[in-house]
């Protein structure tokens, strides 16, 4: 697997070496305005996503704008491609200090047809595949004793909506699997907190919402908006940095006010 092509690996042995990010499906959406965030908070960004063109356009964007960042191919629903992935960053710097689950899918289907196909690779995608790289990431973690986890969650993880049998129960596993990573990992110096997204502005919004369903996040949200990926973004680069070093196990609804809704007309 090839580095981006852009930026030359410095020697994992400097001192003053920046914190190493990883950030899955990083190279559009959410994860790209992530992606930036990191890098724009100093860090070595690399950029794991499913679509290398994507990746490597935006590692060829950030280290145009004087930053340090490196397109990987990565699929996490394969376990080979987790492996290589991370491969590729140890070698490179021999450890990563920073992981974002950011890479999700997400369809909508009737709970009575849902397909079973399509359960399963949610699955394989949205929950199994975090919890893989939550593995290669810690254990390069614990070897410098300081690391932090980031899984991108979802309010449909957090509160039921129609067709969204897969996406929404895999998005509960990831809130489950925060909580179990982060009383795990408490004792190697490593945090896993979660973000979860209300309606966000996205590629996958785009073709997932239908006029009807926009219709209704806007009227749900308080805030009469859908939010834009950079609002996500900046709470993730909070809680990947020093200062949130006694944040641990939590998911944050970064939602306009969605979960705390009850009735907003009288």
């Not at 079973?116 to 810690?138: K, S, Y």
């Not at 410098?144 to 509960?172: C, D, E, F, M, P």
């Not at 919402?209 to 749900?220: F, G, K």
Request: with cysteine.
């Amino acid at each position: 697997m090839n580095l981006n092509p852009h930026a030359s690996p410095r020697a994992a042995k400097t001192a003053t070496l920046p914190r190493i990010a990883l950030v899955t499906g990083g190279g559009s959406g959410i994860g790209a305005a992530i992606s930036q965030q990191l890098a724009e908070n100093g860090h070595i960004v690399f950029i794991g996503d499913i679509n290398p063109h994507a990746s490597r356009d935006l590692a060829a964007t950030l280290c145009a704008a004087g930053h340090e960042a490196y397109a990987v191919e990565l699929d996490v629903s394969s376990p080979a491609s987790i492996d290589e992935a991370f491969g590729t960053i140890g070698q490179a710097f021999g450890r990563c200090d920073i992981l974002v689950n950011n890479a999700g899918i997400a369809k909508t289907f009737p709970f009575l047809d849902y397909p079973i196909e399509h359960w399963r690779n949610v699955f394989d995608v949205n929950v199994t595949g975090p919890m893989l790289c939550g593995q290669h990431a810690a254990r390069l973690m614990r070897k410098q004793g300081w690391g932090r986890i980031v899984n991108i969650a979802s309010i449909s993880g957090l509160r039921a909506s129609s067709g969204r049998t897969a996406y929404g129960t895999s998005k509960a596993a990831v809130v489950g699997l925060t909580r179990q990573m982060a009383i795990e990992l408490a004792e190697y110096g490593i945090t896993t907190n979660g973000v979860a997204p209300g309606p966000i502005d996205t590629p996958m919004t785009l073709d997932l919402h239908s006029a009807v369903a926009r219709e209704n996040y806007t009227r749900a949200v308080p805030a009469k908006r859908y939010g834009v990926p950079e609002e996500i973004a900046a709470v993730v680069g909070f809680l990947c940095s020093e200062q949130a070093s006694y944040v641990n196990g939590h998911t944050v609804p970064v939602d306009g006010g969605f979960m705390a809704a009850g009735v907003l007309e009288i």
